[in-house]
């Protein structure tokens, strides 16, 4: 999608939210497939934080500082990943739609047609 990135903490924001976290709350997981051009999200809770401040999360793994990959879930990292969400479904259905054509022509409408022929001719034409 258009202008779609990761949003980004500093390292202050960071370090705040590894020193705040508490049980419960929730960490993703964010790894980027580079065959697919995918994003591979993960939710973890955790489940304690050790004295050593250590974090141990619900998949037994025991994080001893905060990871780049590691985000705490926020409003804008959950819009983040809506769209990430959007985008993997859009293309899933674009997929499909090439393998069983006449399933998609026979129940196609017209004035839908029309909608998503200027739709996909709009979105085509932008290429830099």
Not at 56 to 65: A, C, I, S
Request: charged share 30%; proline share 3%.
């Amino acid at each position: 999608m258009k202008d779609l990135k990761l949003p980004k903490q500093s390292n202050k924001e960071r370090e705040c939210i590894w020193n705040g976290l508490k049980e419960n709350d929730t960490l993703v997981g964010i790894s980027h497939n580079h065959w697919g051009d995918n994003y591979i999200i993960n939710y973890y809770k955790v489940i304690k934080k050790t004295p050593k401040g250590s974090v141990r999360l619900n998949n037994d793994t025991l994080l001893k500082n905060f990871p780049s990959n590691y985000h705490i879930l926020t409003e804008e990292l959950q819009v983040w990943i809506n769209k990430i969400q959007l985008e993997k479904d859009i293309i899933n259905i674009l997929d499909n739609i090439d393998r069983d054509k006449s399933y998609f022509k026979e129940n196609l409408e017209y004035e839908d047609a029309l909608k998503l022929k200027e739709i996909l001719e709009n979105t085509m034409n932008k290429r830099p």
